[in-house]
């Protein structure tokens, strides 16, 4: 009999200790997927460190990816919640495998760099290079510009598809002509080769053509089954990124830890977009100007071919969740 009561008394006292206090929710953890850049990190990051995320009731596990198509992947598999894009990933929301949830920035952060000792100075010296890109990013993107502007297509360059994680090695060896890539990798790449390095085209060269916008992303069912863990999710986002405008030095410290960077590397890219506010997104969601650059984006994926048939803005972006995440 005492044993029974001992026992008892043990699942009693458990029960106690691990028992969720009243109006209280428990911690909910999240595979969010990031790629090792300032960009992709500055607000995810600068949440965890300064405690957001777990105001919310969050608890984030960041998961490295080269690229948005792989992120995008691995979110179709199960392994990722919520997930970080750039610019040319945005091609598969279009076509409906992801959704956008909340805006993150516009960036300047792509560029076409040629090697003056392969007899590439200009945009129009590609033809018959080597040229080395990401397939379905922004590196893809921004070539295609670049060979326009020249009156070039693939055809007459000597396109070489490669991993993102390639294109350094790649350009660094000698191997090709010419790379587009993305920042931190075109900083590798020019302090590596120094004055053998010239840029032949960045984001900033075509705002007319294209809105280089990056965000954060889930799957549709996701967002179906989680819609107020997303909020919450934005809100914590949303709180991170005020606080990086006055904090941008120690915002760069945290995303220099992440990815096992130099300060210095990190401190470079803060350059590579315009970091908004909460407020600056909220307005722009309520007043349209998010929805034109996300229109401007798809016209640039439709003239290209990259996305063949033309869908309403809103079936991919949820500009519902960016306004009451502001609320």
């Known amino acids: 009999m005492k044993r029974i009561l001992s026992l008892t008394l043990v699942l009693c006292l458990a029960a106690v200790l691990f028992a969720v206090p009243a109006g209280a929710e428990a911690t909910k953890t999240l595979n969010v997927a990031y790629m090792p850049n300032y960009a992709s990190l500055w607000s995810v990051v600068t949440g965890i460190r300064a405690g957001f995320f777990e105001e919310e009731g969050l608890k984030i596990n960041l998961v490295e990816f080269a690229d948005g198509p792989t992120i995008i992947a691995a979110m179709e598999n199960g392994s990722i919640d919520i997930g970080y894009i750039g610019p040319g990933a945005h091609r598969l929301a279009i076509q409906g495998r992801t959704k956008i949830f909340s805006f993150s920035q516009i960036g300047n952060a792509d560029e076409v760099l040629g090697l003056k000792s392969h007899g590439v100075g200009k945009p129009e010296d590609l033809k018959g290079k080597k040229v080395g890109y990401a397939s379905g990013t922004s590196s893809e993107t921004i070539l295609q510009y670049v060979l326009e502007r020249a009156n070039l297509t693939w055809e007459d360059i000597q396109a070489f598809e490669m991993d993102a994680s390639a294109l350094v090695t790649a350009a660094s060896s000698g191997t090709l002509d010419a790379v587009a890539a993305w920042s931190p990798s075109t900083f590798t790449i020019k302090e590596q080769l120094k004055d053998d390095v010239v840029m032949l085209g960045n984001n900033v060269m075509f705002t007319d053509k294209a809105a280089s916008v990056a ?84 016209d640039a994926f439709l003239a290209s071919g990259a996305v063949e048939e033309a869908v309403p803005v809103e079936d991919y972006v949820y500009f519902d969740n960016m306004i009451k995440a502001g609320e």
């Open 215 to 298: 965000s954060w992303i889930v799957m549709p069912k996701y967002y179906e089954d989680n819609a107020d863990t997303v909020l919450k999710f934005t809100r914590a986002l949303y709180k991170a990124m005020d606080y990086q405008q006055d904090n941008v030095e120690e915002t760069c410290k945290w995303v220099a830890e992440q990815v096992a960077q130099d300060f210095d590397v990190i401190f470079a890219q803060r350059g590579d977009a315009d970091w908004p506010s909460s407020e600056e997104v909220v307005t722009m969601a309520k007043d349209g100007t998010l929805k034109a650059y996300y229109q401007t984006q798809q």
